[in-house]
Every structure is written in structure tokens, then in C-alpha cells.
């Protein structure tokens, strides 16, 4: 029991004295914290007056770069009222000056003023004298000086225009020979002289008889498939197709021949022959209309342009193969094009084309201008290919370097000495044309029409007519022959003014 309060007392005495211990640390740390309360509270004022002084400072050096900038802008602004003020005093300078400059002006202009009254009266005074001294009012003095002046401006004008031309016309001839020689000679090509009528031979002349068949039944049938004429006469061994359609007329041949060298001859034999002949020249047509495609080097042409382009094959124009004829205005007009610097493509291409519309001008209505480009067009040609088709004659003014060459060459190729025959009844007319066109106009003693009319040669009255009138006269005649004639080549007009004088001695 006793050790038991012992262990008690032990216990309680411990616990006691860690109270105690405990207790002091509580104080110790009380009183530390105290004291380090108080030392914070002293830093912190202590950084509160240095963070004050601080701002002082700043706010100090702010305020002294604010004047410091405000004294220089001041200083500026003085300099550029200074400059302004200078500038001032100059306009008001120059606005004087330019015052007393008007000023004087003014005086200036009052006695040009002065002057030119005074001048006027003595040109009054002076024209007055000069009419009394001549006879002649101011106005007939000024007609009879214009009238001189225009007569001397006539001959002045005309001899300057005969210089001129004869120096362009020496010049442009060297040059043209030069092109058109080597265009010439770099393009030759064979001409044919074809006709209307194909004449087919036969083995003997009992054939005509199988020709014609029972009561005519064999040549009816022939001639309602083809659309052609058999000529059937006394010529032995010979019958002669007749047709303005020369693809017509090239069926009923081969038609014929295939008939002939087969020797059954009858309608039904007939209307197979025809359908296998006509099968034959619409594949020849658009074999040479690609070979003249591919001759000429044209690419991405409309196939049916080319197939209407190989039936000019079978069509002629005076006696000349007009395909052949295309093909040769389209190397000529290439060649000059290459010559001069124009687009060579579309030289050859409307070369090629242009008298396209001559395929279908004898089974549709129109000129075959017209029909050319219409078929251009709806082919799908440029507006250039177009153009120069419809000036190729002169229907309309040429206005590109290419339609200009085509029409060149078009005309080298036809008017070329061979290359077309005219029928007579047409030569008649193209004289009689000149030779009207000449005696239109005054002063005209006599004309005449010469070289197969590639020349005119004009007599004219020398008393009407000096050099110069005469030199204006053949041109003008030459004019007048372009505008209202179409022909092959060139004609020549040649003005001849003679004079006479005659005495007889008695």
C-alpha cells in the first residue's frame, strides 16, 4: 500500500515538474516572440521610409525630364515660329513685287495699246494709198495673191508628189522583184487547163448501142443517177460527159469506165456501179483535201472543211485547177510572209482557204466569198482566216498584213501569163471596160487597149494638159480601173500628150 502511493507520489512529482518545464518554454517563447514582433515592426518602418525617399527621388527625376523636355520643345517650336515668321516676310515681299510687276504691266499693255492704235491708222492710211496707187480694192488684191498662191501651191504640190513617187516607186519595185522572184521561184507548180466535159473512149462503137440500151432505157438510168449529160454522136469510139458539177461528172466516168471494162450493162448493174463509183470520189475527195492539208503543214482543220476542200479538186476556175491554185496562193502568201516578218501560219492557212466557198457557189446561192466564210465560220476558223477570205477581192478593205499577202498572192498565182484562160465574150468586156473607164474623162483625144489588155495607152490634148496634169491623170486612171474592175495581174496605164507644130515653106 505504501509503495503504491510511493509509485503515486513519484508519478504526480513527475508529472508536476513537467508542467513546470513546460510552463517556462511557454513563457520563453512568449516573450521571444515579443521581441521579434518588435524587431519586425522596426524593419518595416524602416522600409517604409526608405520606399518614401525613393518615390521622392523618382517622382523628382520625372518632374525634372518633363521641364527638361517642355524647355526643349519650346526651344522648337521658337525656331519654327522664327522660320515662319521669316517665310512671311518673303511672301510679303514677292506679293509686292509681283504688285509693282502688274503695275507696270498694266502701263505697258495701255501703250501697246496706244501703239496699236496708232499702228492701225497708218496701215488704214497705207491701204488706202496702195488701193488708190493700184487700181484695186483689198479684197481683189487678196483673190487674185490667193489665186497665185494656190496655182504656185498646185505645181509645187505636184512635183513634189511626182519626186516622191518616183523615189517610193523605184524603191518598192527593187524590193517586190526581190520578193516575188524568190517566192516565185521557190513555188512552182504544175497547171492543167481542164474543161466542163470528160470524154470517156470506147473498145468500138457497138458499144454506144449497149450505152443506150433498149429504147434508151441503159443512158436514161446513167444520167438520172449522175446528174450528167452522154453525148453520143458520130465520134468513133468516144462519149463525151457533159456537166457544170465536175464531182457529178467524175462518177458518170468512172461509173462509165467500170461499166465498159465489166461489159454488163443494164439499170440494175448501173445504179450498183454509180453507188460504188460515188463511194470511190467522195474518198478521193477527202484524200487530196488532207494531202493539201498536210502539204501546206495546216493542223486541226474540221474534217468536213477538209473533205469540202478536196472537192476543189474537181473544180476549175478559167482553165485553172482551183485546188492546185489554192495550194499555190497558200505557199506564195507564206513565203512573203516569212519574207516581210507577217504571221506565216495564218498566211498558208487562209491561203489555203480562200476560195473555199468556189466547192458549193454552184449548187447554193451566193458568191463564193460569201460561201467561203460562211463555211469558215461554221467550221470554226479565227476572225483573221475570215478576214482575209472576204478581202481576197477587194469586197472589203484589208486590214491585216496576212489578208493583204493572200489578195497578193491570189493574184500572182492567176494573173501569172498560162495559169487561166479567159472565154472571149469576157475579154471583150474587160476592153471595152477600159476603154470606157478612159474616155470619161475631158481632154481625151483617143485610147486604146493594148497587150491583151494588160496595158492602156491614153492620147490626150497638149493644151489642156502639161507634164504634171498628165502624171495626175494616168494615176487617176489608174484608180478609177482598181476600183471598178476585177482582173488577173496589173494593167499598165500609159498617158502620151504630143504637140505639133507645122509650117510650110512656100
Not at 485553172?320 to 489554192?326: A, D, E, G, I
Not at 499598165?492 to 505639133?500: D, N
Request: charged share 35%.
Amino acid at each position: 500500500m505504501n509503495s503504491a502511493l510511493l509509485v503515486v507520489a513519484i508519478v504526480a512529482v513527475a508529472l508536476a515538474a513537467v508542467v513546470v518545464v513546460q510552463r517556462i518554454k511557454y513563457v520563453g517563447l512568449e516573450q521571444q516572440s515579443k521581441k521579434d514582433l518588435q524587431n519586425f515592426k522596426e524593419k518595416e518602418t524602416i522600409l517604409q521610409k526608405e520606399a518614401m525617399i525613393k518615390a521622392k527621388e523618382a517622382l523628382h527625376n520625372e518632374r525634372e525630364q518633363l521641364n527638361e523636355d517642355e524647355r526643349e520643345r519650346r526651344r522648337e517650336f521658337a525656331q519654327i515660329e522664327n522660320k515662319l515668321n521669316k517665310r512671311e516676310d518673303l511672301i510679303e515681299t514677292k506679293i509686292q513685287e509681283l504688285t509693282d510687276k502688274e503695275v507696270d504691266l498694266d502701263k505697258r499693255k495701255d501703250q501697246l495699246i496706244e501703239r496699236e492704235d496708232l499702228l492701225d491708222e497708218l496701215i488704214q492710211k497705207h491701204t488706202t494709198e496702195l488701193e488708190r496707187i493700184a487700181g484695186l480694192t483689198t479684197d481683189e488684191a487678196k483673190k487674185i495673191l490667193m489665186e497665185q498662191i494656190k496655182n504656185d501651191l498646185a505645181q509645187e504640190q505636184l512635183q513634189l508628189i511626182r519626186e516622191n513617187e518616183a523615189k517610193i516607186r523605184e524603191d518598192a519595185l527593187e524590193k517586190s522583184k526581190e520578193i516575188l522572184t524568190t517566192t516565185m521561184q521557190r513555188c512552182m507548180m504544175e497547171q492543167v487547163v481542164e474543161s466542163t466535159v470528160s470524154v470517156v473512149s470506147l473498145p468500138n462503137d457497138e458499144m454506144k448501142g449497149r450505152i443506150i440500151g433498149r429504147e434508151g432505157r441503159n443512158i436514161r438510168t446513167l444520167e438520172t443517177l449522175t446528174g450528167v449529160d452522154l453525148i453520143i454522136d458520130d465520134t468513133p469510139e468516144a462519149v463525151v460527159l457533159s456537166s457544170f458539177d465536175p464531182v457529178r461528172r467524175e462518177i458518170a466516168k468512172i461509173a462509165l469506165e467500170k461499166l465498159i471494162q465489166d461489159g454488163r450493162i443494164h439499170p440494175v448493174r448501173i445504179e450498183e456501179t454509180v453507188e460504188k463509183s460515188t463511194e470511190e470520189v467522195e474518198r478521193k475527195i477527202f484524200k487530196e483535201g488532207e494531202n493539201a492539208t498536210v502539204d501546206m503543214g495546216i493542223m486541226g482543220l474540221n474534217k468536213e472543211l477538209i473533205k469540202t476542200l478536196g472537192r476543189l479538186y474537181y473544180r476549175t476556175s478559167y482553165g485553172q485547177n482551183v485546188l492546185k491554185h489554192s495550194l499555190e496562193v497558200g505557199h506564195i502568201a507564206g513565203m512573203l510572209a516569212a519574207e516581210i516578218g507577217a504571221n506565216v501560219a495564218v498566211a498558208k492557212r487562209a491561203g489555203l482557204l480562200h476560195d473555199i466557198g468556189k466547192a458549193v457557189d454552184q449548187t447554193q446561192e451566193g458568191t463564193h466569198i460569201q460561201l467561203g466564210v460562211e463555211l469558215a465560220a461554221r467550221y470554226g476558223e479565227k476572225q483573221e482566216i475570215l478576214h482575209a477570205i472576204e478581202a481576197h477581192h477587194g469586197d472589203v478593205t484589208a486590214n491585216t498584213i496576212e489578208a493583204v499577202l493572200v489578195k497578193l498572192a491570189d493574184a500572182i498565182s492567176a494573173g501569172r501569163p498560162g495559169a487561166r484562160r479567159d472565154t472571149l465574150e469576157i475579154y471583150i468586156k474587160r476592153l471595152q471596160k477600159i476603154e470606157e473607164i478612159v474616155n470619161g474623162y475631158e481632154g481625151i483625144k483617143q485610147s486604146f487597149a493594148v497587150q491583151a489588155g494588160r496595158e492602156v495607152r491614153v492620147i490626150v490634148q497638149s493644151e489642156i494638159f502639161d507634164d504634171l496634169a498628165s502624171q495626175k491623170l494616168a494615176r487617176d486612171i489608174a484608180k478609177k480601173i482598181e476600183d471598178e474592175l476585177d482582173y488577173p495581174g496589173q494593167i499598165k496605164v500609159t498617158v502620151v500628150r504630143e504637140f505639133r507644130t507645122t509650117e510650110i515653106a512656100k
